[in-house]
């Protein structure tokens, strides 16, 4: 497959200075790119900015994927300071712990709205630019998307929806010349994870990532497969590139790991632990 030649082009990272998007970001600028790093938290972006080249080469700017006009002002701000925008991932994210009967709706309504409107949002601020370079759109998504587990609907619901979104979107542009795509990791160390991990459901449900199915990769996989996506404007990449057979058969990795990993002593332990927990 022919690779995107990176050096010189423009990368805008949402959700940049959380522990993927400041890796993602240092990756990349090891490539050539130019960076426009947005967060929620300036002074993280700036900071990161400085330790990637500075303005010339990286910048930060404040952005919510909560509010469209805030990713629309964003984007123009960095088209303004770099004269382009090729490639844009929307990485942020957050997610819950806890059971669709006692679970607070509120926080269910935050992460269907940062994880999966949030993606949608930024594709539609971003269009306009990335159109103009024929270039690429990254969703990070999950392998959530495809293997579903108990008391994470609202997590699970959203990534299937980022996959399904970027899939529909991929459609729409090929016409333009853009590709979109989507990149589906296992569990792998984050602070928001590191977070979750917190919360005693977590080791009832998933054993720690001691052992497969939910042993965690490293985090220089999932973003040496982040690059490589960009790289070669891929459409779908899962993190172990193994569990591509999952995602091409859901149904029947599904089944296997609802024998094998949630057994119903499992689910009602996890579900007795669980405690509202809002990470991200």
């Known amino acids: 497959m022919s690779r995107w030649e990176l050096a010189g082009r423009t990368v805008a990272i949402t959700g940049a200075g959380g522990g993927l998007g400041s890796n993602l970001a240092d990756a990349l600028r090891s ?10 938290d300036q002074n993280r972006v700036d900071e990161l ?16 994927v909560g509010d469209l006009s ?5 984007f123009a701000a960095v088209a303004a300071h770099y004269g382009r925008i090729d490639v844009v991932v929307a990485n942020a994210g957050v997610t819950v712990i806890e059971p669709v009967a006692t679970g607070d709706p509120a926080a269910f309504e935050r992460l269907i709205d940062i994880n999966l409107t949030g993606v949608w949002r930024t594709f539609r601020a971003a269009i306009p630019y990335v159109r103009e370079q024929r270039g690429y759109l990254l969703a990070v998504s999950s392998m959530a998307a495809f293997v579903h587990s108990p008391l994470q609907s609202g997590y699970c619901a959203s990534k299937a929806g980022v996959w399904a979104m970027c899939d529909s979107a991929r459609l729409e542009l090929r016409p333009d010349g853009v590709r979109v795509g989507s990149l589906h990791p296992t569990f792998f160390s984050t602070p928001m994870l590191e977070e979750m991990m917190r919360n005693p459901a977590e080791e009832a449900l998933w054993g720690g990532h001691r052992r497969q199915p939910f ?5 220089g996989d999932v973003i040496s497969a982040g690059v490589r996506a960009i790289e070669r404007r891929s459409k779908t990449v899962t993190v172990p590139s193994s569990n591509t057979l999952a995602a091409m058969a859901p149904g029947v990795f599904r089944s296997i790991i609802d024998r094998i990993g949630f057994t119903d002593n499992t689910i009602r332990r996890a579900t007795e632990l669980s405690e509202p927990s809002k990470t991200g």
């Open 215 to 219: 042993k965690m990769v490293s985090r």
């Open 49 to 64: 900015a400085e330790t990637l080249g500075g303005p010339t080469h990286a910048r930060g700017w404040r952005a919510d």
């Open 31 to 40: 490539k050539g790119c130019n960076l426009a790093l947005l967060d929620l």
């Open 70 to 74: 805030s990713l629309e002002a964003a």
